[in-house]
C-alpha cells in the first residue's frame, strides 16, 4: 500500500519495482477524489500529473539518475505561481488569472523531479487562521469535518493530512504554515525569512512572508528544504547562503531550550495544552536537554505590532489590483476609470481582505503614521534585538503552537479574537526566525495539537535536529486538567 512513506521508503519501492510513480499519482487521485467534501484542492492537474509520472518512470526504468524528489506528488497552496496554470490567492480579484512564470521554489521542485498535483484552498490572499475567508468556501479538517483546518493554508494542511499528496508548500506571514498543521497533526516547517525565495509568492506583507513546508516527517521536511531553499538572483531578499541541514548525528550536540514563562501562563492558553507542553519539557529535561523558563515582556505587544505591520504592508502589495492588470474587471460600460477601479476592488475583494486594506491604508496615513506605523516598526526592533539575546543564551526556544485546538466552522465571529489567537506565531515572522510545528500530542477528544521549536536565525540545521529528538521523546498522553 501506498498509504504513508516516507520519501525515502517511496524510493526505495519505486527503485525495487513494487510500485511506480503512476501508481502513486493515481493512488492520490482517488484519495482527493474520496475527501473533495473537505475542499482542500482548488484545481487537480489530473492529466498532466499522471503523464509526467509516466515519464518519471519512464526515465527510471531506462537508467537514468533520479533528482531529489524523483515522483514526490506535491500540493502547491494558491499563492504560488506554476507557469501556465492559474493561481487565484483564493480570491475572485484574480478571477481567469495564469502565471506567467514558475516561482523559484515550484521551478526547484520540478528540477529534482517532483509532480505537482494541484492547487490548494486557502484563506483570501493568505489573510486568516481557520480557512473560512476563501472565495471558494471554507475547508473542513479531516479529524472532525465540522471543525476548521486552521488557516491561512489550510487546504494545504488537510491534503497532507489526508494522504492526497506527499508535501505541501504553504506560505507562512504569522503562522498559516505552523497554525494549521497543528490543528490537523502534522509537521508545519515556516523556515527563516529569506531563507526560500519569495520569487513567484503572491505578497501579503513582504517583510514577513515565507514559503513553509507540510510533511508527515522531519526527514521528508528536510529534504524538500534543501531542494527549494538558496540564494535566487530573482529575489534580493533570499539569504546568499545556501541551507545546510545535513546532520552529522555523531556530533551530537547538548541543547539548551528556553520557554516564557508568562506565554505558557497566558490566560488564552487550554489548560490541557500548557499541561501537556510542561510535561514534553520535564520530559525532555530527564533526556539531557536543559530547559529554562524566561521572562518575555513582550508578549502582549506581538500581536497589535503584526496586525499593524501586516496591514500596512498588505494596502500596499494589493494596490496593484486594480480591475485593469489582472483578473476581474467591474463589466459596466462607459464609468469614468475611478468608478471602475472602485467597483472591481470592491466586487473582488472579500470582507476579511478589505478590512486589512482600510486598517493597512489608516495606519499609513498621514497623521496617524508615526503613532501606529513607525511606532510598530520600533516595537519589531526591539523584539529582534531581545530575540538576539535569547539566542546568546539558548539554542531554541518552545512555546505552544497555537492557545487552543481546532475550533468549529463558523464558531468564532469577532475578528479580534481570532487575531489575538496568533498570539504564539506571529513572534517568529516578526523577529525572521525559524519555527516548526511538532504533532506531538491530542487532548480527550481526540483533537491534535503540536508544540512550536523555533531557533535563531539561519539555524535550520539545528532546529529540525532538535525538532527529530523531540518527536522521538515519548509523550505522555495529553493530560486531563480537572
Ligand atoms: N493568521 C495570520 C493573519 O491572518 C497569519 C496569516 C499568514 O501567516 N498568512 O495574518
Same mark, same amino acid.
Not at 537514468?64 to 499563492?79: F, R, S, T
Not at 476548521?148 to 504569522?174: F, H, Y
Not at 520569487?199 to 501579503?204: E, Q
Given at each position: 500500500?501506498?498509504d504513508f512513506l516516507?520519501?525515502k521508503e517511496?524510493?526505495t519501492?519505486?527503485?525495487?519495482?513494487q510500485?511506480t510513480?503512476?501508481?502513486a499519482v493515481s493512488f492520490?487521485?482517488?484519495?482527493? +477524489?474520496a475527501?473533495?467534501?473537505?475542499?482542500a484542492?482548488?484545481?487537480?492537474?489530473?492529466?498532466?500529473a499522471?503523464?509526467?509520472?509516466?515519464?518519471?518512470?519512464?526515465?527510471r526504468?531506462?537508467?537514468?539518475?533520479?533528482g531529489?524528489l524523483?515522483g514526490? $506528488?506535491?500540493?502547491l497552496k494558491d499563492?504560488?505561481?506554476?507557469?501556465?496554470?492559474?493561481?487565484?490567492?483564493?480570491?475572485r480579484?484574480?478571477e481567469g488569472f495564469?502565471s506567467v512564470?514558475?516561482?523559484?521554489?515550484? /521551478?526547484?521542485?520540478l528540477?529534482?523531479?517532483a509532480i505537482i &498535483?494541484?492547487?490548494q484552498?486557502c484563506?483570501?490572499?493568505a489573510m486568516g487562521?481557520?480557512?473560512?475567508n476563501?472565495? =471558494?468556501g471554507p475547508v473542513?479538517?479531516?479529524?472532525?469535518?465540522e471543525?476548521?483546518p486552521?488557516g491561512? +493554508?489550510?487546504?494545504?494542511?488537510?491534503?497532507?493530512?489526508?494522504?492526497?499528496c506527499?508535501?505541501?508548500?504553504?506560505s507562512d506571514t504569522?503562522?498559516?504554515?505552523?497554525q494549521p498543521?497543528d490543528?490537523c497533526?502534522i509537521?508545519?516547517?515556516?523556515?527563516?525569512?529569506?531563507?526560500?525565495?519569495?520569487?513567484?509568492? $503572491?505578497?501579503?506583507?513582504?517583510?514577513?512572508?515565507q514559503?513553509g %513546508?507540510f510533511?508527515?516527517? %522531519?526527514?521528508?521536511?528536510?529534504?524538500?528544504?534543501?531542494?527549494?531553499?538558496g540564494p535566487?538572483e =530573482?529575489? +534580493?531578499?533570499?539569504s546568499?547562503?545556501?541551507?545546510?541541514t545535513?546532520?552529522?548525528t555523531?556530533?551530537e550536540?547538548?541543547?539548551?531550550?528556553?520557554?516564557f /514563562?508568562?506565554a505558557?501562563e497566558?490566560p488564552?492558553l487550554?489548560?490541557?495544552?500548557?499541561?501537556?507542553?510542561q510535561? &514534553? &519539557?520535564q520530559t525532555a529535561a530527564?533526556?539531557?536537554?536543559?530547559?529554562?523558563?524566561?521572562? =518575555?515582556e513582550?508578549?502582549?505587544y506581538?500581536?497589535?505590532t503584526?496586525?499593524?505591520?501586516?496591514t500596512?504592508e498588505?494596502?500596499?502589495n494589493l494596490s496593484?489590483?486594480?480591475? $485593469?492588470?489582472f483578473?476581474y474587471r467591474?463589466?459596466?460600460?462607459?464609468i469614468?476609470l475611478?468608478?471602475?477601479?472602485?467597483l472591481?476592488?470592491?466586487?473582488? =475583494?472579500?470582507?476579511?481582505?478589505?478590512?486589512?486594506i482600510?486598517?493597512?491604508t489608516?495606519v499609513?496615513?498621514?497623521?496617524?503614521?508615526d503613532?501606529?506605523?513607525t511606532?510598530?516598526q520600533q516595537?519589531?526592533?526591539?523584539?529582534?534585538?531581545?530575540t538576539?539575546?535569547?539566542?546568546?543564551q539558548?539554542?531554541?526556544?518552545? &512555546?505552544?503552537?497555537?492557545?487552543t485546538p481546532?475550533?468549529?466552522?463558523g464558531?468564532?465571529?469577532?475578528? $479580534?479574537?481570532i487575531?489575538?489567537?496568533?498570539?504564539?506565531?506571529v513572534?517568529?515572522n516578526?523577529a525572521?526566525?525559524p519555527?516548526?510545528?511538532l504533532p506531538?500530542?491530542?487532548?480527550e477528544?481526540?483533537?491534535?495539537?503540536?508544540?512550536q521549536?523555533?531557533s535563531?536565525?539561519h539555524?535550520?540545521?539545528?532546529?529540525?535536529?532538535?525538532?527529530?529528538?523531540?518527536?522521538?521523546?515519548?509523550?505522555?498522553?495529553a493530560? +486531563?486538567?480537572?
Amino acid at each position: 500500500m501506498l498509504d504513508f512513506l516516507s520519501v525515502k521508503e517511496y524510493h526505495t519501492s519505486l527503485i525495487n519495482g513494487q510500485h511506480t510513480c503512476v501508481e502513486a499519482v493515481s493512488f492520490c487521485l482517488e484519495k482527493i +477524489s474520496a475527501t473533495a467534501h473537505l475542499n482542500a484542492w482548488l484545481e487537480v492537474f489530473e492529466a498532466e500529473a499522471l503523464e509526467r509520472a509516466d515519464e518519471l518512470d519512464k526515465a527510471r526504468q531506462n537508467g537514468q539518475p533520479l533528482g531529489k524528489l524523483h515522483g514526490v $506528488i506535491v500540493g502547491l497552496k494558491d499563492v504560488i505561481c506554476f507557469k501556465d496554470h492559474k493561481v487565484s490567492a483564493s480570491s475572485r480579484i484574480l478571477e481567469g488569472f495564469t502565471s506567467v512564470y514558475h516561482a523559484t521554489a515550484t /521551478k526547484r521542485l520540478l528540477d529534482e523531479g517532483a509532480i505537482i &498535483l494541484g492547487r490548494q484552498n486557502c484563506d483570501e490572499f493568505a489573510m486568516g487562521s481557520s480557512n473560512e475567508n476563501s472565495a =471558494f468556501g471554507p475547508v473542513k479538517n479531516a479529524i472532525d469535518e465540522e471543525r476548521v483546518p486552521g488557516g491561512s +493554508s489550510g487546504g494545504s494542511a488537510v491534503a497532507v493530512q489526508t494522504g492526497s499528496c506527499m508535501i505541501s508548500l504553504g506560505s507562512d506571514t504569522g503562522g498559516s504554515v505552523r497554525q494549521p498543521a497543528d490543528f490537523c497533526g502534522i509537521i508545519g516547517l515556516k523556515p527563516s525569512y529569506g531563507c526560500i525565495s519569495r520569487y513567484g509568492l $503572491i505578497a501579503y506583507a513582504s517583510s514577513f512572508d515565507q514559503i513553509g %513546508i507540510f510533511g508527515k516527517s %522531519i526527514e521528508d521536511v528536510r529534504l524538500v528544504l534543501d531542494v527549494i531553499a538558496g540564494p535566487d538572483e =530573482f529575489d +534580493s531578499t533570499a539569504s546568499q547562503k545556501p541551507a545546510i541541514t545535513v546532520v552529522d548525528t555523531s556530533k551530537e550536540q547538548k541543547y539548551r531550550i528556553c520557554y516564557f /514563562k508568562n506565554a505558557l501562563e497566558h490566560p488564552s492558553l487550554d489548560p490541557v495544552i500548557a499541561a501537556s507542553i510542561q510535561e &514534553l &519539557l520535564q520530559t525532555a529535561a530527564t533526556v539531557g536537554i536543559e530547559i529554562e523558563g524566561i521572562d =518575555f515582556e513582550l508578549l502582549d505587544y506581538i500581536v497589535p505590532t503584526y496586525y499593524v505591520l501586516t496591514t500596512a504592508e498588505a494596502s500596499s502589495n494589493l494596490s496593484r489590483y486594480d480591475g $485593469i492588470k489582472f483578473g476581474y474587471r467591474n463589466k459596466q460600460k462607459n464609468i469614468d476609470l475611478t468608478d471602475l477601479y472602485k467597483l472591481s476592488r470592491s466586487e473582488g =475583494f472579500g470582507p476579511e481582505v478589505k478590512r486589512r486594506i482600510l486598517l493597512g491604508t489608516f495606519v499609513l496615513s498621514e497623521g496617524y503614521y508615526d503613532a501606529y506605523f513607525t511606532k510598530a516598526q520600533q516595537v519589531r526592533r526591539l523584539l529582534v534585538e531581545k530575540t538576539k539575546l535569547i539566542f546568546e543564551q539558548f539554542d531554541a526556544i518552545i &512555546l505552544p503552537t497555537v492557545p487552543t485546538p481546532a475550533y468549529r466552522l463558523g464558531e468564532k465571529k469577532d475578528p $479580534i479574537e481570532i487575531f489575538l489567537a496568533d498570539i504564539y506565531t506571529v513572534y517568529a515572522n516578526l523577529a525572521g526566525i525559524p519555527a516548526i510545528s511538532l504533532p506531538l500530542f491530542k487532548n480527550e477528544q481526540g483533537l491534535p495539537f503540536g508544540v512550536q521549536v523555533m531557533s535563531s536565525q539561519h539555524n535550520e540545521k539545528l532546529l529540525l535536529r532538535l525538532s527529530e529528538l523531540l518527536m522521538k521523546i515519548e509523550t505522555p498522553a495529553a493530560t +486531563s486538567v480537572d
